[in-house]
C-alpha cells in the first residue's frame, strides 16, 4: 500500500528553528509537496521538491532524498503565525496526491 | 479575485438527507478535485476530473457522486447521507493532473446527525 509518514505533533520556540520529517512509501513518485494549513483553513503550496536536493525559498527549505524516500520541511526564525499543521503529499505514478496526516507545530513565546 | 468559491461553508444535515456542495473556480484550471480530511487522516481523494466531461473515482468514492458539465464547476452529492460521511470537505483544482500547485477552497464543514 501507500503510506506516508509525518510526525502528529511537534513543539517550538519562537525565534528557533525547527525540523519536520517526512517518509513515503509509494507506487511511483513525481513530486513531493508541503502544504502548511492553519486550523480551520484550507491548505496552502509551500513547496515541491521533484529532484534530490535542498529548496530554499525564504524562512522555509525543503529537502528531498528520492533513494531513502524521505523528505524534511526546515523552518528558520520562527514566527508565532508558523503555529500551523504541515501536509507532506507525493504524487504518484498516476499523479493522484497521496497525503499524510500532517504535523501539528505549536510555536511557544 | 480568482479562486475556488465552496458553498455552503457548513451544514447539518439529517442521516438519509440529499445533499449538494458545490465548487466553483474561476482560474479556467482543467483537473478538479474532491477531499475528505478528518482528524488524524491525511486528506482522502473522493473524486476527481482531469477535464471537463469526464470524472475519475479516488480512495473512498462510496456513497458520493460527481458532474462535470463544465470548466468551472464540480458539485460534489450525498445521494443518502450516513453519518460516517461527517468531514470537512475540500474542492480544489490544478491546471492539469501533472502540475504542481493545487489550490482549495475554503471547505464545507458538514455533520451528519
Known amino acids: 500500500g501507500q503510506n506516508i509518514d509525518q510526525p502528529t505533533e511537534m513543539t517550538a520556540t519562537e525565534g528557533a528553528i525547527v525540523q519536520i520529517n517526512c517518509t513515503y512509501q509509494t507506487s511511483g513518485f513525481n513530486g513531493l509537496f508541503w502544504y502548511q494549513q492553519h486550523a480551520g483553513e484550507a491548505p496552502t503550496f509551500l513547496s515541491y521538491n521533484v529532484l534530490d536536493g535542498l529548496e530554499e525559498k525564504g524562512r522555509f527549505s525543503s529537502f528531498l532524498s528520492r533513494s531513502k524516500g524521505y523528505s524534511y520541511l526546515l523552518l528558520k526564525e520562527l514566527q508565532m503565525k508558523d503555529s500551523a499543521s504541515y501536509l507532506c503529499a507525493v504524487k504518484d505514478s498516476n499523479y493522484q496526491l497521496i497525503w499524510g496526516a500532517g504535523t501539528k507545530l505549536i510555536i511557544k513565546p | 479575485i480568482a479562486g475556488i468559491t465552496q458553498a455552503p461553508t457548513s451544514q447539518i444535515l439529517a442521516a438519509g438527507r440529499r445533499m449538494t456542495l458545490r465548487c466553483t473556480q474561476d482560474?479556467?484550471?482543467?483537473?478538479m478535485y474532491w477531499y475528505r480530511q478528518d482528524l488524524g487522516l491525511g486528506l482522502r481523494l473522493i473524486h476527481y476530473s482531469n477535464t471537463a466531461g469526464t470524472t475519475g473515482k479516488g480512495e473512498v468514492p462510496d456513497g458520493y457522486s460527481v458532474s462535470r458539465a463544465n470548466t468551472d464547476d464540480f458539485p460534489l452529492t450525498l445521494a443518502s447521507a450516513v453519518p460516517s460521511q461527517t468531514s470537512v470537505y475540500f474542492c480544489?483544482?490544478?491546471?492539469?493532473?501533472?502540475?504542481?500547485?493545487?489550490?482549495f477552497g475554503s471547505g464545507t464543514r458538514l455533520t451528519v446527525v
Open positions: 480544489a483544482s490544478s491546471d492539469s493532473p501533472d502540475s504542481y500547485g493545487y489550490t
Open positions: 482560474m479556467r484550471h482543467n483537473a
